[in-house]
Every structure is written in structure tokens, then in C-alpha cells.
């Protein structure tokens, strides 16, 4: 028996390796010459690989859907004939292989009476080499700009024609693709989009945030006050405190204000049930504190404020914040407030536009302090000057109301004696 | 002082400078063009079109002598030919005028100011030009300098009296006597051919051993013989060391070192040309320079911010084809469209009898970056249409990379060759191989069947040799 191996044969340019699509033949079968033994793909096309010999199939390289070295065996036939195995690479049947054309042409010369269709076959693409660095891509003109207006690097594209030439089409399907597969030497847009499932806290947390905006007219008031006098006061109590008590805040002296404020005007601290159209106007203070965690917002609660002193109610907050953001807070904690206050901290911002906790009808937001050049009817003094921006159900809350609200923490926090003495 | 602002102020409206200056005034940019003599630069007024023009007359008036003397096989006998070179200075200096005027022309339409006058730099915004009715100051977002060139004159020989530049070669009022040119690089021999054909007695004195050292020894034979053909004397390392007392004659080192005085009604020198960055207050932007040149990049961005260089004053090729494409460039890039240099091919001509051709590298050149080629060359003695041209020298040749194929350059020389630039280009510009060209059918009988035959060759099948 003589063997013949026949090679699955470079059927595009660049590619290592091409997909076994389908088998025309089976082990034992008898093959003519040129008869199709199967088929491969690559990205671009399909390409019947045709038999170079007349033979019987004798091994087969694999399964339909296999990948398939170039160059690998493909087929190995049993030629009954000259008694040497011989390797032969099978010529792709969508291109024509033949000697280079440079040896044909010599054959041309030597044997001119042969027609010139058989030893002079149309030219052969040469194998391009891999274009080396800092040599040039090779491109038309009208490519060259196009892909210059493109901000594509012609660089980093395989060229598909003649010698790696780099073709309108190439540019085209370059662009199309993204060239995700080369770095980026300009900045492209991104086109990703990431979806993630909104669950747990977040999803309660949108859905509450929806609610509130979607049924509660917000009206937002914003308000400047001079801490001046409150800073002090608040550096002084922490320098002279006893260590048994909690650092002070600035949210112990507002939800001291609040409380005394909403002793003036109960129908802030309420709880607005717009079904059946009661507001439940509540005689404890509860104060929702809105604080981040690491899953999200979450609002615990300072409850009784009205019955807390100052180093309570600072104590009370550090109790319940941490509580929520170490994931111990009860659900006791975390529900039935009347009245929230939200702080961003450090950030503040300027001005914010705090959206209710629903059912309540107002909500204190505390913007950064800042100090800020004050005329004081001679000249200016720096002054440490904080916004609150609060906001309020304006179905139950006139904007009279809600500013003559926000005037009264004003004064209690200017003149902070007056959070602790009744006038 | 006249003060005007615009978006673009072109200095100087030579082949770079009012392309440049067209291109932009089409884009609709608010251009200004200032230029100090007749529009069109070197080229136009005293460089490749009046050369060409000088060229033609005196390849018309040698056809018609050698006719006169019997020396033409073509049967054709006639008397001998007299030259009022007057007319022929006319002639030419008409040809120069229309394209003035197309140039002027063509600058209006596009909607272009121009100011005649001489810019000097105020700072990289601002210009100070010099016109007839005073001083205008011209304050521009964007500035290009197209300055150009002019003729390097030698220390021993100052232009003056028998010592002339180029230009002053193109506006003789008589063709000299006996002319000796300094250089034997492509503007002296296409001048000093011309004055040969004219009658002149030429002696061509160059310091290299060979004439048109720019080119390979292939290319340059052919005009060599030629020159000689023509009664030209060629002294190759020979050197011009400066006028004998006199002033009538020029004393010249000979290749074996003894010396020699040669009398000459003219000296023509022509040893190259220098970027014109002086005399136009270019120092006080302190741009950064490329030796001689300015230094640019592949925008013809100089080291200014809104100061663009294109042309002879970036260096070589110095070629007016280049410095248009750089202007057109540099217009749209002024647009915001996005452009850089990438061109391949920049066909180089010498207009030489006969006509030499480049495009790319040269087989030599090639080999210099490590490449390896396949060369091979066509002579135009298997040509039949060169037969039929009464000339059989010369011969194209192109330059491939052996592993593709595509080709890297084309030379060619040649009468008449000059034409076939554009397909040269063309294929080098497009990324052709051998095979590109062998299979383009050129039309017979044509000169440029050579390149098909050349191509043929390297891939092993030629017909015709």
C-alpha cells in the first residue's frame, strides 16, 4: 500500500487554523482526483478542499466541527501506484496553487509551444511576510485618508489584498468590528453597557425613592445660617467634656433645634397618609437619620428625641448609625420616624434638593459649612456660614409654613442659648 | 500703519505657498497671501517653467541645425537655422506672464487677498509687510512660510558680471560663446544642455567624479553621452577655485591636482539651493531647525504653535510638487480636517537630454535599509517606439521587494520620459507588485512598455529581451 497524506492547505491569508464543516467522504471510499474530500471554514469563507490524487480514503483528520491545523493531515489516501508516500498539500479549490510564477515563466521560455494557460497560470499571492515594525501598512491613498478621518491606525489592520495590501473593505469591516482587538491610540467611545439586577436594599431603596417623589409635591428651601457662634460653643463643650460622653457633632444642637421648632409647629412632625387623606401628627419627636452604608442609604432612627438631652441625642445617633452600617440595627431602628434630618458630611454641597421620607412631610438637609466674608455694617468678617436645605410635603405644608420652620432652627442655631433656654 | 486680520496668512505665493492659499480660500478660511515679487514663486518666474520653455527652443532649434548639417537619417534636409534669442527670451518671458496672471487668477477666485509687498515677522501672530503704499500689519490666527529658496552662491565666485545664478541664466540677452557651469547637478545640465543646443560652447565643471551625483552611474551614463554627443566638456573632480585676475576666465583644480584657466564669456554656478529663512525676521521666533531648514513634522507643524513651514525652507526634496502638496496639506489641516504626510512617492525629474525619472528607492538605496530586491531594467534599444524617436538610449527600471513583490521604486531615463512620472507614482502610491504592472496592458508602441518589460523581467517572463 502506498500512502498519500494530503494537508489541509492555507485557505485564507493569516489564519492558523480552519473549521472541519463537513466530510464528502468516508474511510474505505474510492476518490477520484479532484473529487471534493470535505470542506473548511474560516471567518471569511468556505472552501472545499478537493483531492490531489486518485485513492482510497484510508484515515480521516477528525469530526465536523473540529478544528483544523493549516498544514496539518487532512486525509491520508491509499494510491496504488509509484510505491513511495509522498505529502502533498491540497490546493484549496477557490484559489489556484502553482509553482511560482517565476519558475513557470521559465518554463514559458524554455518550451514556448506549450499554451501558455498551463505553465503560466495567473500570478500566485505570495506569501507576505508579517509587516516588521516601523515599516509602513501598504494602502491606496483614498484608504490612507479615508482611515485617517476614521482616527484609525492603519497599523493595526491585516490587510486582505495583494501583499497585505490594506483595502476599502478591510477598513470597512475594521470599523464595523470596533478594532476592540487593537489598543486604542486615540480615545474611542465605549459601547458597553453593564446590566446590573437591582435587588435587596437598593431595590427598597428605589422603590421608597420613587414613592416619594412620585406622590409628594416637594417644595425646597434653602437657607443660610452663621454657625459662628454654634462652632464655638461645640469646640468648646468637646474640649471641656467628660470622657464618658460622645465627641459633638453639629447633629446633636440641629435635632435639638428641630425638636423645639416642631413644639411650634406640631404639623411638621406628622406622618401623611394620602389614601385616607389623615396626616397623623405625632407628639414624639423620632428622628430618622440618613446615613450611608455600605449597601445603600438606610434611615435609622433617634427615637424620643423630644425626651433627649444634647450628649443623648449625640450618643443616640452614634448608637443607631453604626448599628445600620455594621448591619445590627433592629427593625425598630430602622422604621418610624416623623421627622429626618440628612448630612452628606464632610461633602455637604451647597445646596441640595432632599426628597421626604415618605409618609413624613419634611425633611432637614445640612449643606458644608464654609467660611464666607460677612458685612457686618462696617466691613467684612469671616463668618462660618452653613446652608440647610429642607424640604417639605407641599400638599400639607403652605411655603409660609415651611420657611417660618426653617427661620426658627435659623435663630436657635445663630443664638444657640436659645436651643436650651424657652424664651 | 494699515492693520488687517484673517485667519490664515500664507508668506510667499510660490507652487506651495498659493496652493496653499487656493486650497484654504475654497475651504472658506479668511485667507491672506503676501508675496514680494510676481506671483508663482521660483518655479513659475525664474525656475522649472522658463527653464522648460529655454529647453524646448533649443531642442527645436538642434533638431532643425543637425537637419541642416546632414546629420538627421530622417531624410529631412534644411538650412541652417538663425536665432534671435531676443524673441525667444520673449516668448518665454510671455509664457511667465499668463501664468502670472492664471496664478493671480486663480487666487481671486478662490476668494484668496493678496498683498505684494515683503513680510517680515512682528511675532508669531503678526506680520509686517512692506507694499508700495507703506506698511500693513497683518495679524493672523495661522502663519505658513513658504519662503523657498535661492541659488547657493560660492565664496570664490560672487554672482556678478560672468558669474550668474540661474535666474540670471534664464534671462540672457544672447546665448554665450563659450559658458562654463559650476555643478553638474540637474539645473546646470538641464541649462547647460540647452545652451549647447543652442550653439553655445558648454564646459560643465563638477567637484564629484561624476556628473549628477544624485543619481546612480545607470541613470547618469546616458546623459553623460549625450552631453558629449552634444560637444559638452565634462570636467568630473574638478574644482572652481575663483576668477583669474581678469575676470575672463576661471582658474579650475583639475582631478590629478594641477590647475587650469578656462576663458568663458558666462559662468553659470549652480551648486544647489538654500532655504530662504533669513531677512524676513524668522529669528525672532527662534523656531527649531532641521540644520539649514526648518523643522517640521508630519503636519508641517514648526516648533510654533499656528506657524506652519512647507516647501524648499523644510528641506529637500526641494520640489515644487511636494511644496504644493504640503500647502494643500497644511490648508486643510487649517480647516480641522485631519491630515498628516503619508505620501509614498515624490517623482523627482531632470529635465536633461535625456529626461531622467525617479520615483522611490533606488536599487542601491534599497539595499542600503537592508532590503532585499529584485531589480531589473528595460533598455529602450528593444523599443520600438524609442527606434521610431530617432533615440535608442535609456531604459526603465524598477525596484521590487523580492518577498512580495510590491514595488519600492522606478527609475527611468529617456527622451521625452518625463510623462510617464504619473504612472510611476501612481503604482508606488497605490502599493503596486510586479505583478500589478505585468498584468496592466500599456499601449503599444509606447515608452512605457518599458516599465511592463522591466516588471516582466523580474518575474521572469519578459518578452521583449
Known amino acids: 500500500m502506498t500512502e498519500r497524506v494530503v494537508r489541509l492547505p492555507d485557505v485564507g491569508e493569516g489564519i492558523a487554523e480552519a473549521e472541519l464543516v463537513e466530510w464528502q467522504v468516508q474511510v474505505g471510499d474510492l476518490v477520484r ?54 505529502t502533498t498539500t491540497a490546493a484549496p479549490a477557490v484559489q489556484t496553487t502553482s509553482a511560482p510564477a517565476r519558475k513557470a515563466g521559465h518554463a514559458a521560455r524554455a518550451t514556448p509551444a506549450i499554451a501558455p494557460a498551463h505553465v503560466a497560470p495567473s500570478p500566485q499571492p505570495l506569501a507576505t511576510p508579517a509587516r516588521r515594525e516601523g515599516e509602513r501598512p501598504l494602502a491606496a491613498p483614498a484608504v490612507r485618508l479615508r482611515a485617517r478621518e476614521a482616527g484609525v491606525d492603519l497599523r493595526q489592520l491585516h490587510g486582505s489584498g495583494p501583499a497585505g495590501r490594506i483595502t476599502h473593505d ?10 476592540d482587538d487593537a489598543p486604542a491610540l486615540r480615545r474611542r467611545p465605549k459601547t458597553a453597557v453593564t446590566e446590573t439586577k437591582i435587588v435587596g436594599l437598593r431595590r427598597k431603596i428605589a422603590e421608597r425613592m420613587s414613592i416619594a417623589n412620585a406622590r409628594i409635591p416637594h417644595i425646597t428651601y434653602v437657607e443660610e445660617v452663621d454657625v459662628t457662634a454654634l462652632e464655638d460653643l461645640r469646640a468648646k463643650l468637646n474640649e471641656q467634656k467628660r470622657t464618658d460622653r460622645p465627641k459633638l457633632t453639629l447633629l446633636p444642637f440641629l435635632m435639638q433645634a428641630i425638636v423645639r421648632a416642631v413644639a411650634a409647629q406640631p404639623e411638621l412632625n406628622a406622618h401623611f397618609d394620602d389614601e385616607a387623606g389623615i396626616v ?41 448609625t453604626e448599628a445600620a452600617r455594621n448591619g445590627t440595627a433592629t427593625r425598630d431602628e430602622l422604621i418610624g420616624s416623623t421627622i429626618t434630618i440628612t448630612s452628606l458630611g464632610a461633602l455637604g454641597g451647597l445646596a441640595t434638593t432632599p426628597i421626604i421620607n415618605h409618609p413624613e412631610v419634611a425633611i432637614v438637609g445640612v449643606n458644608r459649612i464654609a467660611i464666607r466674608p460677612h458685612w457686618d455694617g462696617a466691613g467684612f468678617v469671616p463668618r462660618k456660614m452653613m446652608n440647610l436645605s429642607s424640604s417639605f410635603d407641599h400638599r400639607v405644608i403652605d411655603g409660609f409654613n415651611a420657611a417660618l420652620f426653617v427661620q426658627r432652627i435659623k435663630t436657635q442655631l445663630e443664638t444657640p442659648a436659645m436651643i436650651f433656654i424657652d424664651a | 500703519m494699515n492693520d488687517t486680520t484673517c485667519k490664515l496668512l500664507v508668506i510667499g505665493a510660490g507652487p506651495g505657498g498659493y496652493t496653499c492659499a487656493i486650497r484654504a480660500g475654497q475651504l472658506g478660511i479668511d485667507t491672506v497671501v503676501v508675496e514680494s515679487e510676481k506671483p508663482g514663486g521660483t518655479c513659475l518666474n525664474i525656475g522649472c517653467i ?39 527670451i520673449a516668448w518665454k518671458y510671455d509664457i511667465v506672464r499668463r501664468l502670472n496672471g492664471g496664478v493671480s487668477g486663480l487666487l481671486k477666485r478662490a476668494g484668496v487677498r493678496y498683498v505684494a509687498g515683503h513680510a ?101 551614463d546616458p546623459v553623460a553621452r549625450r552631453l558629449r554627443a552634444l560637444g559638452v566638456t565634462i570636467l568630473t573632480s574638478a574644482k572652481a577655485k575663483g576668477l583669474v585676475a581678469e575676470g575672463t576666465a576661471l582658474l579650475i583644480e583639475t582631478a590629478d591636482g594641477g590647475q587650469t584657466t578656462l576663458e568663458a564669456d558666462k559662468i553659470l554656478v549652480t551648486v544647489g539651493r538654500k532655504p530662504a529663512t533669513s531677512g524676513f525676521g524668522l529669528e525672532l521666533l527662534d523656531l527649531d531647525m532641521d540644520g539649514p531648514y526648518i523643522r517640521i513634522d508630519d503636519r508641517c507643524r514648526t516648533s510654533m504653535r499656528g506657524v506652519f513651514a512647507i516647501g524648499d525652507v523644510t528641506g529637500e526634496p526641494m520640489l515644487a510638487h511636494r511644496a504644493m502638496a504640503q500647502g494643500e496639506m497644511v490648508a486643510e489641516i487649517v ?76 527609475q527611468g531615463v529617456g527622451p521625452g520620459l518625463a510623462e510617464l512620472s504619473a504612472a510611476f507614482s501612481l503604482a508606488l502610491e497605490m502599493g503596486a507588485r510586479l505583478e500589478d504592472i505585468a498584468l496592466t496592458i500599456h499601449a503599444h508602441p509606447t515608452l512605457s512598455e518599458g516599465f511592463h518589460e522591466a516588471a516582466l523581467k523580474s518575474l521572469g517572463h519578459a518578452i521583449h529581451v
Not at chain 2, 529655454?54 to 534636409?77: C, F, M, N, P, W
Not at chain 2, 541659488?151 to 559658458?179: M, W
Open chain 2, 335 to 410: 480647516a480641522g480636517h485631519r491630515r498628516a504626510w503619508d505620501r509614498v512617492a515624490i517623482p523627482a525629474i531632470c529635465f536633461t537630454d535625456p529626461e531622467i525619472v525617479t520615483v522611490g528607492l533606488s536599487p542601491s538605496e534599497a539595499w542600503d535599509k537592508g532590503l532585499e530586491v529584485k531589480s531589473d531594467l528595460f533598455p529602450f534599444k528593444a523599443s520600438g517606439r524609442a527606434l521610431t524617436l530617432d533615440r535608442d538610449d535609456g531604459f526603465i527600471r524598477t525596484v521590487a521587494r523580492a518577498d512580495n513583490h510590491v514595488l519600492l521604486g522606478i
Open chain 2, 50 to 88: 522658463p527653464s522648460k520653455a529655454l529647453i524646448h527652443a533649443a531642442d527645436t532649434y538642434e533638431t532643425v541645425a543637425r537637419a541642416a548639417d546632414g546629420k538627421a537619417q530622417l531624410g529631412i534636409s534644411a538650412l541652417k537655422p538663425s536665432l534671435d534669442f531676443t524673441k525667444t
Open chain 2, 120 to 220: 517680515s515677522f512682528h511675532d508669531g501672530k503678526t506680520v509686517e509687510v512692506h507694499t508700495t503704499n507703506g506698511v500693513q500689519l497683518i495679524h493672523a490666527e495661522t502663519i505658513v512660510i513658504a519662503t523657498g529658496s535661492a541659488p547657493i552662491e560660492l565664496p570664490s565666485l560672487p554672482f556678478g558680471g560672468r558669474v550668474i545664478s540661474s535666474t540670471d541664466a534664464l534671462a540672457l540677452a544672447e546665448v554665450p560663446k563659450r559658458l562654463i557651469v559650476v555643478g553638474g547637478g540637474y539645473i546646470g545640465l538641464e541649462l547647460g544642455t540647452a545652451f549647447a543646443k543652442l550653439g553655445a560652447d558648454v564646459t560643465v565643471v563638477e567637484a564629484t567624479p561624476r556628473i549628477l551625483p544624485q543619481y546612480d552611474g545607470e541613470l547618469s
Open chain 1, 280 to 320: 397623623h401628627q405625632h407628639a414624639a419627636v423620632h428622628m430618622g437619620i440618613a446615613t450611608q452604608t455600605g449597601s445603600g442609604l438606610m434611615v435609622p432612627v433617634v427615637r424620643h428625641t423630644e425626651a433627649r438631652d444634647l450628649f443623648d441625642c449625640a450618643a443616640e445617633v452614634i448608637r443607631v
Open chain 1, 33 to 86: 482526483e479532484d473529487a471534493v474530500l470535505g470542506a473548511v471554514m474560516t471567518d471569511k469563507a468556505t472552501v472545499e478542499i478537493p483531492s490531489p490524487a486518485e485513492g482510497r480514503v484510508v484515515w480521516l483528520a477528525g469530526k465536523v466541527g473540529d478544528m483544523l491545523a493549516i498544514g496539518s493531515d487532512f486525509v491520508r489516501l491509499d494510491v496504488d501506484s509509484k510505491g513511495e508516500t509522498s
Open chain 1, 170 to 179: 478591510d477598513l470597512d469591516s475594521y470599523i464595523a468590528r470596533g478594532s
